[in-house]
């Protein structure tokens, strides 16, 4: 994840809009998935901000905030803000960063505090390409966290299956978000990413879920679902009809 895509995370406006995620990661799928992972969890590491700005503060919130202040911290900054962190070196601050976050996972297992924390885990550990750490830290999140947070971790895990040539593995958690949509993951969402990943072995199904996205009247959602409905069309010509 680049420091523009993190920069991008940390405004006011994403965060209020945090429940509404689908139109943000429509727009920079790119940026947030460097390894077709995590998508959805951005959306919830910037949502911390969201928890502890819009909360009565709490031991747990205190120190999440004390985490993400880390998170949105400078390195090396000629002039840093008075009110922002700055770290000399990016090993430092991602030193920090890390015990930060796992020091809160630690501290108040099973709440939305320590699932913010844990996504903020993961997403270093796919940012390195430790694929296999941050499936069992998304893994760790669906059998703990509080419900919204699961729905990420389980479109995250089958990102990861994806990746890894799991596709039976990866409809079958991608199916249970289409039927179980949440605030973070989006039935919008789950059903687009579902018509990618069966596009290859179903084609014909693949293009009926999308055509109800096609002709959405959010125009985010539409241009998603046109732009893979093509996409589909050119992998799959022969099975068109």
Known sequence: ????TRKELKTDKFAQGVGTGFEFLSEHRGQAQRWGLIAAAVVVIAGGIWLYRGHQATLRTELLAKALRIDDATVAAPQPQPQQLNFATAEEKEKARTAAFTDVAAKFPGSQEAAIAQLGIAATQADKGQVDEALKTFQNILDSAPDPYKS?????????????????????????????????????????????????????????????????????????????????AVNSPAKSN
Do not use: C, W
């Open 1 to 4: 994840m680049d420091r523009h």
């Open 152 to 232: 990420v971790a389980k479109s995250s895990i089958a990102q990861i299956y994806l990746s890894q040539g799991k596709i039976d593995e990866a409809e079958k958690l991608l199916r249970q978000l289409v039927d179980d949509p949440s605030m973070f993951v989006s039935k919008d969402q789950a059903t687009l990413d579902l018509a990618q990943a069966i596009a290859k072995k179903n084609p014909v199904e693949a293009r009926k879920l999308l055509e109800p996205l096609v002709a959405s009247k959010r125009s985010v959602v539409s241009r998603a679902a046109v732009a893979a409905m093509g996409t589909i």
